[in-house]
């Protein structure tokens, strides 16, 4: 294993346009629940997996509703916001710092790469911290909208200071489009990298699957590389999308690429 983090620092010094894909498994070290894990929100609680199935359908048939559920309801998320990053967010970050990494796209919608320090995330799957217009894609800080004063007065739902569109939270719901922004970067990340970090995620959801399987297609012949971070094996190791798999949890391997990274990279600058 020793000699696969080597070769992955090496890959980086050596990238030009190196990017990161994150899922579900960089999180859960960071006490974030997964979804359908054993210990996961929806195995845990079919009920919040039938709500979240609705509540797209919810805010298109009826906005205010969909926000009153919101603002009094149960919160599925619940501590979410509380949680903080741990070591394999804040290497990602360090390596932006380092301006190696160029771009983390993240299915995770917990805010973690952001509050680790990275400033380049696309948020393929939203950001519970944001809200969005549903007509031009803006986002906003919900502290700009005094959503429960909204609630008493009766003026939900909440409307784009640009567009006056209906605003919903960020997160894409079950259902939902990709939104076109962060979908069109994230393919042109995708298609640009001649490195990719695959960490904590198996990609299979669809379509942020595809992110890794255009790498590797464009790629072919032109040796883009596609390291895995993962617990295990994965449909990106068997289908051999990925170059290889350092197998281990992404708060401990990455922190030990970043280390090697840092003694070259140092050595480089001065
Ligand atoms: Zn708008």
New binding site residues.
């Given amino acids: 294993m020793k000699d696969l983090i080597q070769k992955a620092a090496e890959a980086l010094l050596q990238s030009r346009h190196a990017i990161a894909l994150t899922g579900a498994g960089i999180s859960t070290e960071s006490g974030i629940p997964d979804f359908r894990g054993p210990d996961g929100l929806w195995t845990k609680n079919p009920e919040a997996e039938r709500m979240a199935y609705e509540s797209y359908f919810k805010f298109q048939k009826n906005p205010r509703e969909y926000w009153i559920e919101r603002l009094t309801g149960p919160s599925i998320l619940g501590d979410l916001e509380k949680a903080a990053p741990n070591p394999g967010h804040l290497a990602l970050a360090e390596l932006e710092q380092m301006e190696i990494l160029k771009c983390v796209i993240t299915q995770n919608i917990d805010n973690l790469h952001q509050k680790a320090g990275s400033k380049k995330v696309l948020d393929y799957h939203g950001n519970m911290s944001l809200l969005r217009?549903?007509?031009?894609?803006?986002r906003f800080d919900p502290r700009q909208f005094d959503l429960e004063r909204l609630f008493r007065e009766d003026r939900l739902p909440p409307l784009?200071?640009?567009?006056?569109?209906v605003?919903k939270s960020d997160i894409v719901h079950f259902h939902e489009a990709i939104p076109m922004d962060v979908a069109d970067q994230s393919q042109e990340e995708a298609l640009k990298c001649d490195l990719m970090l695959i960490c904590g995620t198996s990609a299979t959801v669809f379509p942020f699957a595809l992110l890794p399987r255009m790498a590797r297609q464009r790629s072919l012949g032109q040796g883009t590389m596609i390291i895995e971070i993962n617990a295990g094996p994965t449909p990106l190791t068997q289908e051999k999308i990925s170059d290889f798999l350092i197998q281990g949890r992404t708060g401990e391997i990455l922190p030990l690429i970043v280390q090697e990274v840092r003694k070259s990279w140092s050595k480089n600058r001065h």
Avoid: E, F, K, T
Avoid at 133 to 138: Q, T
Avoid at 160 to 165: A, F, M
């Fill in positions: 217009c549903y007509s031009c894609d803006a784009c200071p640009r567009c006056n569109g605003l």
